[in-house]
T-cell receptor, first 109, second 115 residues
C-alpha cells in the first residue's frame, strides 16, 4: 500500500529551528508537496520538490531524497504564527496525491 | 486575491437528510477537488473534476455524488447523510497546467455534523 509518515506533533521554542520529517512509500513518484494549515483555516502551499536537494524560500526550506523516500521541512527563526499543522503529500505514478496525516507544530515563547 | 469559497462553514444535519456543499472559485481553474479531513488521517479525495460536466471518483466516493455544471462551481452532494460522514470537507482547485502537479488552492472548509 501507499504510505506517508510524519510525526503527529512537535514542540519548539520561538526563535529556534525545527525540522519536520516526512517519509513515504508510494507507487512511483512525481513530486512532494508541503502545505501549512492553521487551525480552522484552509491549507496553503509552501513548497514543491521533484529533484533531490534543498529548496530554500525565506525562513522555510524543504529537502528531498528520492532514493531514501524522505523529505523534511526546515523552519528557521520560529515565530508564534508558525504554530500550525504541516501536511506532506506525494504525487504518485498516476498523478494522484497521497497525503500524510499532518504534523501539529506548537511554538512556545 | 485568489479565492475558493465554500458556502457553509458549519452545518448540522440529521441522518437521512440530503446535504449540498457548494464550492466556487474565481481563478478560472479547470481542476476542482473535494476532500474530507478527519483527525489522524491524511486528506482523502472524494471526487474531482478536470472540466465542466466531467467527474472522476477519488478514493472514497461511496455515499457522495458531485455536480459541475459551470467551470467555477463544484458541488458535493450527500444523498442520505449518515453519522460516519461527520467530517471537515475541503474543496480545492488548480489550473490545467498543474493538474495534481500544481499548487492546490483550498477553501476554508465546511464542518459537517450528522446527528
Amino acid at each position: 500500500g501507499q504510505n506517508i509518515d510524519q510525526p503527529t506533533e512537535m514542540t519548539a521554542t520561538e526563535g529556534a529551528i525545527v525540522q519536520i520529517n516526512c517519509t513515504y512509500q508510494t507507487s512511483g513518484f512525481n513530486g512532494l508537496f508541503w502545505y501549512q494549515q492553521h487551525a480552522g483555516e484552509a491549507p496553503t502551499f509552501l513548497s514543491y520538490n521533484v529533484l533531490d536537494g534543498l529548496e530554500e524560500k525565506g525562513r522555510f526550506s524543504s529537502f528531498l531524497s528520492r532514493s531514501k523516500g524522505y523529505s523534511y521541512l526546515l523552519l528557521k527563526e520560529l515565530q508564534m504564527k508558525d504554530s500550525a499543522s504541516y501536511l506532506c503529500a506525494v504525487l504518485d505514478s498516476n498523478y494522484q496525491l497521497i497525503w500524510g496525516a499532518g504534523t501539529k507544530l506548537i511554538i512556545k515563547p | 486575491d485568489v479565492k475558493v469559497t465554500q458556502s457553509s462553514r458549519y452545518l448540522v444535519k440529521r441522518t437521512g437528510e440530503k446535504v449540498f456543499l457548494e464550492c466556487v472559485q474565481d481563478m478560472d481553474h479547470e481542476n476542482m477537488f473535494w476532500y474530507r479531513q478527519d483527525p489522524g488521517l491524511g486528506l482523502r479525495l472524494i471526487y474531482f473534476s478536470y472540466d465542466v460536466k466531467m467527474k472522476e471518483k477519488g478514493d472514497i466516493p461511496e455515499g457522495y455524488s458531485v455536480s459541475r455544471e459551470k467551470k467555477e462551481r463544484f458541488s458535493l452532494i450527500l444523498e442520505s447523510a449518515s453519522t460516519n460522514q461527520t467530517s471537515m470537507y475541503l474543496c480545492a482547485s488548480s489550473s490545467l497546467a498543474g493538474g495534481h502537479t500544481g499548487e492546490l488552492f483550498f477553501g476554508e472548509g465546511s464542518r459537517l455534523t450528522v446527528l
